[in-house]
């Protein structure tokens, strides 16, 4: 292929590099030929050159403002840090230490502030990111009262809320909205338009990371009644996609499913399919596949999207070890009926070593992360046979440290009373009737379920699941059989209502109830579910196997608003 002649130009430049850095001559290039530069010599992996100059907060401020080629800018900054050279804490320092010396010209200070800050949160490097914009935030609070001293303000929050948001920075975060809240009453006050959407699926979505579903949901809608056709395609395809995360989280799955749906097809159409926000929209659309029992195409959706990351982040980068981490979960369910699980265990130690590599020990990302493994390891201890490579004791063992110390991190981050802290309870309760440990499992199980049951209401999912638990912990261990036939029976009122009689985990159900009238004599009811569980195989072998990734043609934004109407 023959190459352009500013491509030619380009290589010249790069073929004297260090004759013309030495007069200087490059700082004279426009921006975005300065970039093209740059991005030659990580192209020709001469890192070391380019982690100099990314280090540099002038230049790389420079590279910032060349907004067209932004996954460039995040593969090449992710390789040289892959390199050795820690530029994500070097520009962080720089821009701290400006402050001491940049004292008059603020709004020059506070706009490298946003515009850095949020680049680091896009690379995957949110402890940076909640360093640099919460410096940003404090000399917003320096200016004057006025509209333009708000609107800079609330800017700097959006960008704060969300590094401290997804770095599971909970008090912060809190500070951050309520802050946030307060700006947005100041500037309607003087009769200020502001973009809402964005804001409020923001909210949205820090609810959702503090596992509240119902101020995630509320948010969600809010953010959706503010769409219009004057909302960009990027906040638009956000927004959709959060509020298809809160549909889930209420089980609204209909709703959920058209939301992530459009907001894949129109990532598509708009970014391209290589495109890091066609893969975020993807990894959206594997949560809702996920959860509303399409397994298999979830695993298929998660896939992708783990590709498309990290083509662009490389391995070693949170972005790339949630979606990891996602994965994993996923072939653990999708397995579970297989036993096969090394894929999935290899996913999840993977994830843990990149956030152990780049999170403090104590932090709860990397605690999620080993919650999986842990759900892992049992199934494999569970299915090993008596002088494997993986003993039983020693998996178990090692998979109660993990849940323990993920119950311990969520309850000092969240509290008892948090879905996420039930959760574990409840992995916890599965893993000691896996280490025939029958009091403690039950105590487990009885507290995931009080939990859930005050947060979620009577009938939600997570409660059926408990449920459930508890009831094959009855049946198959502690001989209680009417409890456990109750439980079932509660289960599967559930698990039909919210999904429907195809669901895949009756079964579980349908299976529990068949031992429990063996055990009991009670034949002509164990016949009766014999029965049932055979015509729940027959309805589940005329689903649909999988489907393709995007199945929705675009539908004009006032149809997709009806829905909360």
């Not at 379920?449 to 009831?471: C, F, N, Q, R, T």
Request: charged fraction near 25%.
């Amino acid at each position: 292929m023959t190459s352009s002649l500013y491509d030619l130009s380009v290589s010249s430049v790069i073929s004297c590099y260090q004759t013309l850095k030495k007069i200087n001559d490059l700082a004279m290039l426009p921006n975005n030929i300065l970039f093209d530069i740059y991005y030659m010599l990580y192209s020709k992996e001469k890192l070391c050159e380019l982690g100099i100059e990314f280090s540099d907060l002038n230049t790389f401020t420079r590279m910032l403002k060349v907004t067209n080629k932004r996954i460039q800018l995040l593969r090449s900054f992710q390789a040289v840090i892959d390199h050795g050279k820690h530029v994500h804490k070097t520009l962080t320092m720089n821009y701290l230490l400006r402050r001491t010396f940049e004292t008059q010209n603020k709004i020059s200070f506070i706009n490298l502030g946003i515009r850095l800050g949020g680049f680091l949160s896009e690379a995957g490097w949110f402890a940076e990111s909640e360093r640099v914009l919460s410096e940003c935030l404090n000399v917003c609070l320096e200016l004057p009262p006025s509209v333009e001293a708000w609107r800079y303000t609330l800017q700097c929050c959006h960008k704060l809320l969300y590094a401290q948001a997804i770095f599971s920075m909970v008090q912060k975060s809190q500070m951050t909205q309520k802050l946030a809240e307060e700006l947005v009453e100041k500037l309607k006050a003087q009769g200020q338009t502001i973009n809402l959407a964005s804001l409020y699926t923001l909210f949205s979505f820090s609810a959702y990371c503090m596992s509240n579903y119902d101020e995630s949901y509320r948010w969600s809608v809010e953010a959706i009644k503010q769409l219009d056709a004057g909302v960009s395609a990027r906040i638009t395809i956000d927004t959709m996609c959060q509020a298809s995360r809160a549909c889930v989280l209420k089980r609204e799955f209909t709703k959920a499913g058209i939301l992530v749906r459009q907001a894949v097809s129109l990532a598509r159409d708009t970014f391209g399919k290589e495109h890091l926000r066609f893969a975020d929209t993807l990894h959206d659309y594997g949560f809702y596949l996920m959860n509303s029992d399409s397994i298999k195409d979830s695993v298929r959706v998660y896939e992708t999207a783990l590709n498309l990351k990290k083509a662009v982040f490389g391995p070693n980068n949170l972005h790339v070890a949630i979606a990891q981490e996602d994965m994993a979960y996923a072939l653990y369910v999708h397995e579970y009926s297989s036993g096969h699980f090394a894929i999935a265990r290899d996913q999840a130690e993977k994830a843990i070593s990149t956030m152990t590599a780049l999170l403090p020990p104590d932090h709860l990302m990397l605690a999620a992360a080993q919650r999986v493994k842990a759900l892992i390891l049992e199934e494999i201890a569970l299915d090993s046979e008596p002088g494997t490579d993986y003993p039983e004791a020693g998996l178990l063992n090692e998979a109660e440290s993990l849940h323990k110390n993920a119950l311990k991190l969520s309850i000092s981050v969240y509290g008892e009373y948090n879905v996420q802290t039930a959760k574990h309870y409840g992995n916890l309760g599965r893993l000691y009737q896996s280490m025939k440990k029958f009091e403690e499992a039950e105590m487990m199980h009885l507290k995931a379920i009080a939990i859930k049951e005050k947060l979620l209401g009577m009938e939600d999912y997570e409660v059926g699941l408990s449920v459930g638990h508890l009831a094959s912990l009855y049946n198959y261990h502690m001989k209680q059989f009417r409890k456990a036939e109750q439980l079932y029976f509660r289960s599967i009122s559930i698990n039909i209502k919210l999904f429907s009689e195809t669901y895949s985990g009756l079964e579980y159900d349908y299976r529990g109830l068949i031992h429990v009238y063996e055990k009991m004599g009670e034949t002509e009811k164990q016949a009766d579910y014999t029965l049932i569980l055979s015509a729940w195989k027959d309805l589940r072998e005329h689903l649909k196997e999988a489907q393709p990734l995007v199945i929705a043609e675009l539908q004009p934004l006032e149809e997709i608003k009806k829905i909360f109407a």
